[in-house]
């Protein structure tokens, strides 16, 4: 059993296939499905089953990578943590964050971060809510930036942006100074699938509303996109903006009455954070958020 391999089984995990784990290792796929089926001949059982959503884990392949997670983790923590104690930060850095978040809330920060610390590689991934919650509970990623922190998670909180209507701009509401959310209920709605969606749906229940729910999407490309063809409305976050900047015009938003918003924080890994154990990398990460944070850490 090497080393090689267990990164590679990560990496088909982390990244949901084999296709995936290539370009992210930098091997080909035969390569990768070499290395897996290497491990799984000398383990006697199957770790991971192909399907047409990507790969899922078995039984024995989910106690084989919470261990293979842990070797490879002290491994690569002798050289950081040894280097660290000389005064350089090395390593990598694994991070996670909402696709609408990235640019305006981890991109400034991850770039003075690599100004301080040019040795530390980052790693991004970027997926909903759920997603980033997942990542961090098996230590896939240190930090995860999300939209409420789950109970227990050491976190710190980065800002409050507003949740905002999304409308057609020809829609009877677009010049109105606020909209309701029962306004919003009495036309079809576009809902979001990822993380906005518990806060959406919040929403409307405080204001004794159902949705009339005629879509669902992922992307808020795609939801800013289906409104402006006339679809329906939706509810949005304003952090997400650059997504209807170059709409010409189609589509509007407008205040939510009452006024709705969201908390963002970054949160970090359990496994690292409760133990004391975060690499070197993410302790610094982590201090450098401190610094700019207000009010500061939180436990929620």
Do not use: K, Y
């Not at 040894?82 to 850095?93: D, I």
């Not at 400034?108 to 759920?130: K, M, N, S, Y």
């Not at 509007?252 to 890994?269: D, E, I, Q």
């Amino acid at each position: 059993m090497r080393l090689t391999q267990l990164r590679v089984l990560l990496a088909v995990v982390d990244h949901g296939g084999f296709t995936a784990a290539a370009e992210r290792t930098g091997v080909s796929q035969p390569a990768v499905s070499r290395a897996v089926a290497a491990l799984e001949s000398e383990l006697g059982a199957r770790l991971v089953v192909r399907g047409r959503d990507g790969v899922r884990l078995t039984e024995p392949g989910r106690r084989a990578v919470a261990h293979a997670r842990e070797a490879v983790r002290h491994f690569d923590l002798v050289r950081t943590e040894v280097a660290a104690a000389a005064g350089e930060v090395t390593g990598e850095l694994r991070l996670a964050s909402l696709p609408t978040a990235t640019g305006a809330l981890l991109a400034p920060r991850i770039a003075e971060f690599t100004d301080r610390h040019p040795q530390v590689r980052v790693r991004l991934l970027e997926g909903f809510d759920r997603d980033v919650r997942a990542w961090l509970e098996r230590g896939a990623v240190e930090a995860g930036l999300l939209t409420r922190p789950a109970p227990g998670l050491e976190a710190v909180e980065l800002a409050s942006d507003e949740m905002v209507a999304l409308l057609p701009a020809a829609h009877p509401l677009a010049d109105a100074s606020s909209v309701p959310v029962s306004a919003l209920a009495r036309e079809p709605f576009i809902l979001s699938s990822g993380g906005c969606r518990p806060l959406i749906r919040q929403a409307a229940r405080d204001a004794g509303v159902e949705l009339d729910v005629a879509f669902e999407a992922a992307q808020l490309s795609a939801i800013v996109a289906m409104v402006g063809s006339g679809l329906g409305v939706s509810i949005v976050p304003t952090l997400g903006r650059d997504a209807w900047r170059n709409t010409e015009g189609a589509v509007v938003t407008r205040p939510l009455r009452p006024r709705l918003h969201r908390t963002l924080a970054l949160a970090f890994s359990p496994a690292g954070a409760e133990a004391g154990e975060l690499s070197p990398a993410a302790r610094a990460f982590r201090q450098l958020v401190r610094d700019h944070a207000e009010p500061g850490p939180a436990r929620v």
